[in-house]
Nanobody
Framework: QVQLTESGGGAVQAGGSLRLSCTAS????????MGWFRQAPGREREFVAA????????VYTDSVKGRFTISRDNANNIMYLQMNSLKPEDTAVYYC???????????????WGQGTQVTVSS
């Protein structure tokens, strides 16, 4: 059973920062690549960032490169998404994800968290 729990969403002004967290079991962290997706109103869910079981490599969608950083704390079974220089177009529900296939551009996820809302105002 893969259970993913996100936290850390909220509302910020453009240019601000937020850090999202995702907790999971030790088994999940040791078994699957993990990442973040987001879904804005009226749009399909899109890939944001991911990292391998070992933590390297990391993969980002072009629109967040240089602004978002994905990382993991294996000692505490937590994955983070540090989001800086936030823009209104980053507004979405952000989902933690886990999967078995990580490519240079995408994580093929099988499991999802419940999501956490991020709202960026201009």
């Amino acid at each position: 059973q893969v259970q993913l729990t996100e936290s850390g969403g909220g509302a910020v002004q453009a240019g601000g920062s937020l850090r999202l967290s995702c907790t999971a079991s030790r088994w999940t962290f040791d078994t699957f690549h993990m990442g973040w997706f987001r879904q804005a109103p009226g749009r399909e869910r899109e890939f944001v960032a991911a990292l391998s079981v070992s933590g390297d490599p990391t993969v980002y969608t072009d629109s967040v490169k240089g602004r978002f950083t994905i990382s993991r704390d294996n000692a505490n079974n937590i994955m983070y998404l540090q989001m800086n220089s936030l823009k209104p177009e980053d507004t979405a529900v952000y989902y933690c994800a886990a999967g078995q296939v990580l490519t240079y551009t995408h994580l093929e996820s099988k499991w999802w968290g419940q999501g956490t809302q991020v709202t960026v105002s201009s």
